[in-house]
């Protein structure tokens, strides 16, 4: 393998960025593949020197995207990895992630690929996380050499996937802190002036919910905000504002192939985004969706997607075929089964929409019950006031009995919640867990809601919830409203014997629990809660059931085995 170290590539706008090169030791030209990783390309370096790790493992890295470099090279193919801007060596601002900065430059890196030596024509993207998240959007820009596309993770609705108009999510923010910037800015510095700006993160500070955590607090009190730059936009940009559309694939077009790979997790919106983009209108091409595993099983993702992105790219870089041009379009992992299954579609078209409701003393049933209106008391003591362990965190459950057979949930997962609450705005959160015969739980899906966005809107989809987060609605203290929204996605068979359980709470966060399978349990997990951030007020919900108010969760039920395993 010959490796260029520190290359420069001055772009339109004489900005230098600084890149690596990886390619076979041949004269032949090669197609290449471009790694674009906002944690820059001397961490990506690192993994030629060790084994992937795992999610869960004592040592884990989110920031490296492209584990195996070696593998694409000795497999004939140049890699490509640039620091962008503003990003360790490379000169400019970085200006956040995903931004349309970020994606131009990535067209300019794709061009200037095309025209060297080395290089073929034929230009893919590789990576997961950031790295994978990119792709679709720099295709959206149809660049003349980039023939193929597979990102490992993708976002959709940008805005819906970090959640501040419902709350706060973690992941979307932290993970920025990783970036080794050295010359950060906010777009919102960018674009509005000195005063503005000012009035913006005062107002900003002043936020209950903003005050309550530190991690979302720091940089707003500086002048210019340059500490947790991504942090600070997020915070501060308006809804429905071009910050969020420029890094979604809503309304986008992509014209090349593209395979979107997703493992299942059991929070936010990755799983979803991978299945929207999918069935987007706007991919005018050949397309292939894999849906891989479940993030609890502690795999990394290039355990199942590196023989396959070879196969991808082999076909539509080099020509060859491989035989994944003539396979169904979609691959599902089935947890239970532990096996991949192809299917034609996702969601299944077999599969059957079925409500579990929610009913007196915990109980969950297909049938709804016809008996009086009654419902389960669920206080919120706010953690900036009372001091709370984990198992301190007040929950319903609602659980079914024993299974009497194997039972197959496969697709996207919604609840419909039946609450008032005394306070003007409030959280709901919802769970979906496998519970066995030995209490042993394992946590298979999230979703959650403020509850002033209880509004809903056309997805343009078919399938699932989209709540309007550009609407708040007024809540009245006491008053019972509809609450419906969507939890992940996910593929399961509850295997006979076991229970469907439901958890609802108003917070949550990550915690080592010995009955608990979850796939980011941390033993300090400090402010990243799992899902949106806890309100600062005392409250108290009720959630009502029985023949009035139906509470229920819609799960997708597979029966029949149509589909070809693996």
Request: hydrophobic letters at 35%; aromatic letters at 12%.
């Amino acid at each position: 393998m010959i490796t260029n170290k520190n290359i420069e590539i001055k772009l339109s706008d004489n900005t230098t960025l600084m890149m690596d090169i990886y390619r076979p030791d041949s004269k032949k030209k090669v197609p290449s593949l471009i790694c674009f990783s906002p944690y820059g390309k001397d961490v990506q370096a690192l993994a030629l020197e060790r084994k992937s790790l795992r999610l869960g493992q004592v040592l884990f890295d989110q920031t490296i995207e492209v584990p195996r470099i070696d593998y694409f090279v000795e497999n004939g193919y140049a890699v490509i990895v640039p620091s962008p801007r503003g990003v360790s060596t490379s000169e400019g601002y970085f200006t956040g992630m995903l931004s349309m900065q970020d994606q131009r430059d990535c067209v300019e890196i794709i061009e200037w690929t095309a025209k060297q030596d080395f290089s073929t024509e034929n230009i893919g993207m590789i990576g997961t996380g950031y790295a994978g998240k990119i792709q679709p959007l720099v295709a959206s820009h149809k660049p003349k050499y980039l023939k193929a596309i597979m990102p490992v993770e993708v976002t959709y609705d940008f805005y819906a996937d970090c959640y501040w108009g419902g709350g706060i999510t973690d992941h979307n923010f932290y993970y920025a802190g990783l970036v080794p910037a050295i010359n950060p800015i906010t777009e919102a510095e960018l674009n509005n002036s000195e005063d503005d700006l000012k009035e913006m993160l005062k107002k900003c500070r002043e936020l209950p919910q903003v005050k309550a955590n530190s991690y979302f607090y720091r940089g707003l009190d500086m002048y210019p905000p340059r500490h947790y730059t991504w942090n600070i936009d997020i915070l501060l940009q308006p809804k429905g504002s071009s910050f969020w559309s420029d890094r979604s694939m809503e309304n986008k077009e992509i014209d090349i192939p593209m395979y979107i790979v997703s493992p299942y997790y059991e929070h936010g919106k990755t799983t979803i985004s991978a299945i929207n983009l999918y069935n987007s209108k706007g991919i005018k091409s050949t397309k292939k969706l894999m849906l891989s595993h479940h993030a609890l099983n502690r795999k990394s993702p290039d355990d199942f997607t590196l023989t396959e992105t070879l196969k991808w790219y082999d076909y539509h870089l080099k020509g060859i075929e491989t035989g994944i041009e003539d396979e169904k379009a979609v691959k599902v992992f089935v947890m239970g089964k532990e096996k991949f299954r192809f299917e034609d579609t996702f969601p299944l078209k077999r599969s059957e929409n079925v409500n579990l409701y929610l009913g007196k003393n915990s109980s969950l049933k297909e049938n709804v019950s016809l008996t009086e209106t009654s419902f389960d008391v669920l206080p919120h003591r706010p953690p900036t006031k009372v001091s709370q362990n984990f198992e301190d965190i007040p929950a319903l459950t609602y659980t079914t009995s024993s299974l009497e057979k194997d039972t197959e949930v496969t697709g996207v997962i919604t609840i419909s919640i039946y609450a008032s609450v005394d306070i003007n705005k409030g959280n709901l959160i919802a769970k979906l867990w496998d519970l066995n015969p030995d209490g042993v739980r394992t946590h298979l899906s999230s979703g959650y809601l403020s509850t002033c966005y209880r509004g809903t809107k056309n997805s343009g989809f078919e399938y699932g919830i989209a709540n309007d987060f550009d609407t708040e609605l007024e809540v009245i203290e006491n008053e019972i409203y509809k609450y419906e929204f969507e939890l992940s996605p996910t593929s399961n068979v509850f295997k006979k014997g076991n229970k469907i359980q439901v958890e609802i709470k108003t917070m949550d966060k990550r915690a080592i629990v010995d009955n608990e399978k979850t796939s980011f349990a941390m033993i300090h997990p400090s402010s990243r809660v799992d899902g949106i951030q806890p309100i600062t007020e005392f409250c108290c919900y009720k959630v009502y059931y029985g023949n009035e108010y139906r509470s229920c969760i819609n799960l997708p039920i597979v029966y029949g085995r149509e589909g070809t395993d693996i």
